[in-house]
């Protein structure tokens, strides 16, 4: 099993720019969460996803961030314009029907 | 609503020493308990969980962790440190309900000093 699959793992952009980050989670998994994490802010939920369907994006941190799932296997997470304060790593995790979610490598992304 | 307290942002212990990262919780519905770990530049990885029967549970690496209801904890512990055992170390708990999305305390960064 190949895990979660996020790309890319690094992503230098300016300001002003669109970045879509994407995810494969992990084949069967029917639930996919956005993360991101900051020094300041620690690990906070974006968005997640349960059998393709948006459930709550009560964390995205404002309309110039949104997430599509157009399938059981592929994710986006678009900023659009991006500002420095977006820079953070962010994080994709699937779950089955059970409770562990699986992370990924995440995508270390700077905002210049 | 469920929320995460780790006491001690940052833990520094002697390789060979007891390792003690401590966890408490609030939950409105019995909670499923999670310790994750975060190697530098990695994503976060499972060491152990508890979801319902016995309290201690073990988990990857030589670590376990009591669910201690009464006092709302869920501290993990390894015998002896080793030295890779250096990372950042996260606690978490499920929501309520179906989608059972997890909530992370804020860290803790454990150094082992030779």
């Known amino acids: 099993d190949a895990g979660v699959i996020q790309s890319p793992r690094h992503e230098v952009t300016e300001m002003g720019q669109e970045v879509t980050l994407r995810c494969k989670p992990i084949s069967g998994h029917n639930s996919l969460f956005w993360y991101r994490q900051t020094m300041m802010r620690g690990l906070e939920l974006l968005i997640y996803f349960n059998n393709n369907v948006p459930i709550d994006d009560s964390g995205m941190p404002e309309d110039r961030f949104s997430a599509k799932m157009p399938n059981a296997s592929f994710s986006t997470l678009k900023i659009q314009p991006s500002e420095p304060r977006d820079s953070a790593v962010y994080f994709c995790?699937?779950?089955?029907?059970?409770?562990?979610?699986?992370f990924g490598p995440g995508t270390r992304l700077t905002v210049l | 609503a469920q929320s995460v307290t780790q006491l001690g942002s940052h833990v520094s212990v002697s390789e060979g020493a007891l390792v003690l990262l401590r966890c408490n919780y609030s939950?409105?519905?019995?909670?499923?308990l999670f310790w994750y770990v975060q190697y530098p530049n990695q994503g976060l990885q499972l060491l152990l969980k508890y979801t319902t029967g016995a309290t201690l549970v073990k988990g990857i690496n030589g670590f376990e962790a009591e669910f201690k209801k009464s006092e709302t904890s869920f501290h993990l512990t390894k015998p002896s440190a080793h030295m890779s055992d250096a990372a950042e170390y996260f606690c978490a708990v499920t929501g309520g309900g179906s989608a059972r999305q997890l909530t992370f305390g804020s860290g803790t960064q454990l150094t082992v000093l030779p």
């Open positions: 995790a699937s779950r089955s029907s059970g409770n562990e979610q699986f």
């Open positions: 939950s409105s519905v019995p909670p499923y």
